[in-house]
Every structure is written in C-alpha cells, then in structure tokens.
C-alpha cells in the first residue's frame, strides 16, 4: 500500500489487544483497520521462550466471541496454541489486519488522527493503540553491568535451556516469568535464581483466574478510594504451573535475595559474597511500547499518558488497550483485555457518532 488512505478507526498493533477491539469494532459496524508489525498471526507470542505456557486453563484464557479450545494433554496451552488461536481468531472474525505494516507516528491532522507507517498513510477519526509491551524490555540499572564479561539476557531473548547447557546462569526476576524460566533451566544449567523478595508461590490449586480476580478488585477498590482489594491473590504471585511445581517440589527454586552488584566474572552480594556466572538472565518485566504516540506529546513528568478508562485525558480520539492495569484490570492478559476492548470500542463509536 502507498498513498494516504481514510478509514474511522486505525487499530495500532495485531496481538490479541488488537484483536480484541477489532471484534467489538466489528460488531458495532465501525469501519477499521488493525496494523500490525508482524508478517504473521500471533503476536508476542510467536517470540516466546520454547516452554512458555499460559497459567490459566484454555477456557479461562480467551477473546471475546470464541472460547480458546483445549489443547490435547496439556491443562495449561503452550505459546504455539496460543498463536494457532489467534490465528484462527482473525480469520474466524475477518478482521482486516494490514501486514508487516510498522507505524511510524501518530500526529493530529486537523479533525482526525493521521497514522504514518513504514508503507504508506492513514487518517481516521480514532485512533486504539495496542502495542503491548514486548518490544520494549526493562534492564534494571545495577552497578557493573557494563563490565560484565559473559551473557546478558532479557526474557524477550531466552529461548531454551540447550542454549545455556552446563553453564553458570543466574536468573533475575521473582514473578512467573522468572520462575518458569529459573524452572527450565534447573536441570541443564548451575542455577542461581534472585529475586526482589522471597518468592510467593500461589496454592497447586489456584491458577491465574485468581491474578484476573485480583487485578479486577485492586481496581475496582482503586476506583472507590478503598486501599483493600478483597483478593486471595496478587500479580506478584506466582502461578505452580507443573514445571515450576515440579522444580520447587525438588528443591531447585530455592531464591536469593538481589545482588548489589555485577563483577567481570559474576555477581556480588552486599555481604561480600560472590557467585561466578557466565550468564545473566533479566526477567525484570517491560515498558509499554509507546513511542509511535511521541508525535501528540502526552506523556507526563514520568513518561506515563493520563487515561480516563482507555481514553487519553489530552487526546479524546486516541484509546490505549492492553498495557496494563492503567488501561484496564489485567488488561494485558488474555481473559483481562476483553471488557477494556469492549469499552474502548463503544466509546470510540459514540465519538464518531458526535
């Protein structure tokens, strides 16, 4: 595509956030496009690490419209599942998804949005930002790291333990993904897992419904000026998938506290302890991939965009969706995003209704 084309609404991202809102979009007769970087369906989850798995069931793990089906064997589905889901999911509702088409930008253009991308450009009267947070991993800053002389990993980066086989890997970051990576490599590698705190290991019987459950009460106790959530969870809980399950059943997620610092060789403790390494692992979490939205300036002192909802405070035409409990509880997770979707969508349709 080449040239400037006009739609209502532009989608910005072709995960399952975009989908999402492209699903509602359909059914309120909203003419939209989704843009996605991506060459094919899927999203993040195509670039997972080869273990990754979802720590809810299929059924609790689904868009709006069409339950996830099971996948044979497995209580809780692997990443490929998901991508086939997904997949599935845009050809089921014949969303219009343009790709690899990457933005470049959004600007205002007068009384609509204009959209440059990488192929061409768009102009809409509304714009739904989902670009999740993937393409932006956080590395914490820790004293030493620019001399450290082995591996540096973020979790957008690992992908199996064969790649590390025998070497000392220390593994950083106390939430699930931390502790289904420290899992894998707790059998091929001399593992050495550091978190923030000590651990919190959700019961065997209690899964990621219970992380939903807990987002949607922090907001709503947000919202109403409560501190309390009323949840049997929090997001920093780790879900005992079978792997981890079976790792810490064994003794071999036993956690350490932060190091205060990286040497050439390794880490140190702020006791004087030592650990050598020959790799590093960050599971230290993402940034919401944002900066196509730096051309309407509305990030505040700490980078972060006001938001009434999904709608921007400063720019009533342009909606975020999944990055997070800002923009929804658990909205960045599969069962979360629907309801955010389902509101971004008929907040988008009254607009260009007005």
């Not at 933005?103 to 670009?131: N, Y």
């Not at 947070?133 to 820790?142: K, N």
């Not at 800002?326 to 349709?349: E, H, K, M, N, Y």
Request: net charge positive; proline share 6%.
């Amino acid at each position: 595509m080449s040239g400037t084309r006009t739609v209502q609404v532009v989608v910005i991202g072709g995960g399952q956030s975009g989908l999402a809102a492209g699903y509602h979009l359909r059914r309120l007769g909203v003419d939209f496009v989704v843009l996605d970087a991506q060459s094919t369906p899927g999203g993040a989850w195509q670039h997972g690490w080869d273990s990754l798995r979802l720590f809810s069931p299929a059924g609790y793990s689904s868009l709006p419209g069409r339950l996830m089906p099971s996948q044979p064997g497995a209580e809780y589905p692997d990443a490929a599942h998901v991508v086939a889901y997904l997949r599935e999911y845009e050809k089921r509702y014949q969303l219009p998804v343009q790709r690899p088409m990457r933005v470049l930008g959004v600007h205002r253009d007068g009384e609509l949005l204009r959209v440059a991308t990488d192929s061409g450009t768009w102009r809409a009267g509304a714009v739904i930002s989902a670009t999740g947070t993937w393409w932006r991993p956080f590395l914490p800053a820790v004293p030493g790291s620019g001399g450290f002389a082995g591996r540096q990993l973020h979790t957008v980066e690992y992908r199996r333990p064969q790649d590390l086989a025998g070497q000392r890997v220390i593994v950083v970051g106390g939430g699930n993904s931390g502790a289904q990576i420290a899992a894998d490599l707790a059998h091929d590698t001399e593992l050495t897992w550091v978190t923030q705190r000590p651990p919190r290991f959700l019961a065997d019987d209690i899964d990621g419904r219970a992380l939903f459950d807990a987002a949607t009460a922090r907001r709503r106790a947000l919202d109403e000026g409560r501190t309390d959530t009323g949840g049997v969870a929090s997001l920093g809980d780790i879900v005992a998938v079978p792997p981890v399950r079976e790792a810490r059943d064994r003794g071999l997620l036993k956690a350490r506290p932060m190091f205060t610092r990286l040497l050439s060789d390794g880490v140190e403790w702020a006791d004087g302890t030592r650990a050598e390494a020959d790799a590093v692992i960050w599971c230290t979490g993402f940034r919401p991939a944002l900066s196509h939205l730096a051309p309407l300036q509305l990030r505040g002192r700490r980078g972060h965009i006001a938001t009434a909802g999904t709608r921007a405070v400063d720019e009533p035409r342009l909606h975020l969706l999944g990055y997070g409990d800002w923009t929804g509880p658990a909205s960045a997770t599969l069962i979360g995003v629907g309801r955010p979707a389902r509101d971004a969508a008929r907040a988008v349709a009254e607009l260009l209704r007005r």
